[in-house]
T-cell receptor, first 116, second 111 residues
Framework: DTGVSQNPRHKITKRGQNVTFRCDPI?????LYWYRQTLGQGPEFLTY????????KSRLLSDRFSAERPKGSFSTLEIQRTEQGDSAMYLC??????????????FGPGTRLTVT | GQNIDQPTEMTATEGAIVQINCTYQ??????LFWYQQHAGEAPTFLSY????GLEEKGRFSSFLSRSKGYSYLLLKELQMKDSASYLC????????????FGQGTTLQVKP
């Protein structure tokens, strides 16, 4: 399978704990995105990487959230001191890099986080 | 701010045609995407419009009017497997390519 993969698929954690999610994009894609989706809503943009550079962060991404993409390959999203409001599906997507054209984003299966 | 509106829910009959509307007011525009999302699964790409007009792809068509800030997704010959959420998303700028999504329209197809 050469699609976007995410691990773990499900994570249950207690409030106050730290969690880390991993995303492996399609290998030739240099753009990588993180989104958050709550029930009944569309995905909300969190952050964007062009290769290893994090070029945009949403205001939704508080200082408890940090994302990295070392070497421009896989990416990790860490949430420190989790809160119940962090419970959501965290989606990763990737796309080819150049501007213009359709270049749709390919989404991974997501990591469902439940904070108890 | 960015605003994308879609109906929350729609119901249609197997074999029929359904049109899902999307209106948008965004700070920029560099393309409109439609995605399908089955419950508990990842969104999958359906269509892309950047110029005014109709794009047809099999049973699915998508229309765009940039002057009206309006798009629709047309699904023909509905099948039970088309029961899903349909997400309208605008790419505001090509620099980052990030998508701004509407809340999604849950379509239920009945026999």
């Amino acid at each position: 399978d050469t699609g976007v993969s995410q691990n773990p698929r499900h994570k249950i954690t207690k409030r106050g704990q730290n969690v880390t999610f991993r995303c492996d994009p399609i290998s030739e894609h240099n753009r990588l995105y993180w989104y958050r989706q709550t029930l009944g809503q569309g995905p909300e943009f969190l952050t964007y990487f062009q290769n290893e550079a994090q070029l945009e962060k949403s205001r939704l991404l508080s200082d408890r959230f940090s994302a990295e993409r070392p070497k421009g390959s896989f990416s990790t999203l860490e949430i420190q001191r989790t809160e119940q409001g962090d419970s959501a599906m965290y989606l990763c997507a990737s796309s080819p890099g150049t501007s213009g054209a359709s270049y749709e984003q390919y989404f991974g299966p997501g990591t469902r986080l439940t904070v108890t | 701010g960015q605003n994308i509106d879609q109906p929350t829910e729609m119901t249609a009959t197997e074999g029929a045609i359904v049109q899902i509307n999307c209106t948008y007011q965004t700070s920029g525009f560099n393309g409109l995407f439609w995605y399908q999302q089955h419950a508990g699964e990842a969104p999958t790409f359906l269509s892309y419009n950047v110029l005014d007009g109709l794009e047809e792809k099999g049973r699915f068509s998508s229309f765009l009017s940039r002057s009206k800030g309006y798009s629709y997704l047309l699904l023909k010959e509905l099948q039970m497997k088309d029961s899903a959420s349909y997400l309208c998303a605008v790419r505001v700028t090509s620099n980052t390519g990030k998508l701004i999504f509407g809340q999604g329209t849950t379509l239920q197809v009945k026999p």
